[in-house]
């Protein structure tokens, strides 16, 4: 089966959070993720030419299709959820400046709205396989 990748800033509890629960709600088993400070995250960002320091933006990639970032990024994971998460595509109606904007200011805010851990999470046990090294 193929599966997607979700990248993520591995120290930002909003983004633990977030990644906890798409874990809980992928009964397909169709997403894998990795932060962008691990190995794998870092050679996707450097071979794009994407800033390997600033981790603004979980980033969606669907392997030999296209990657997206925010706001579109959190769009496209939620389509390939299902429904109810999947009623979120009525967003795309705003242009994407503006829910960009709005992504923007969450992410510019997110250590001091929800903080942030010294280094990456490490999956549990039960999780382990979903993540890249």
């Known amino acids: 089966m193929s599966f997607s990748i979700i ?19 992928d009964v397909n088993k169709q997403f894998k993720f990795a932060s962008l400070q691990s190995e ?6 450097q071979e ?3 800033s390997d320091k600033q981790f603004n933006s979980i980033i969606f990639y669907e392997p030999n299709q296209a990657y997206y970032t925010k706001s579109t990024a959190a769009l496209k994971i939620a ?17 994407s400046f503006i829910r960009d904007w709005g992504y923007s200011l969450i992410a510019n805010n997110r250590y001091r709205w929800f903080g942030k851990k010294e280094s990456c999470m490490i999956p549990t046990p039960e999780s382990k396989d979903r993540f890249l090294p």
């Open 79 to 95: 389509q390939k959820l299902g429904f109810p998460f999947n009623l979120a595509q009525v967003l795309y109606i705003l242009p």
């Open 7 to 25: 990248f993520f800033d591995g120290v930002c509890n909003l983004c633990n959070s977030t990644i906890q629960f798409l874990i809980k709600q």
């Open 48 to 50: 794009r030419g994407l």
């Open 40 to 45: 794998t995250g870092q050679k996707f960002l």
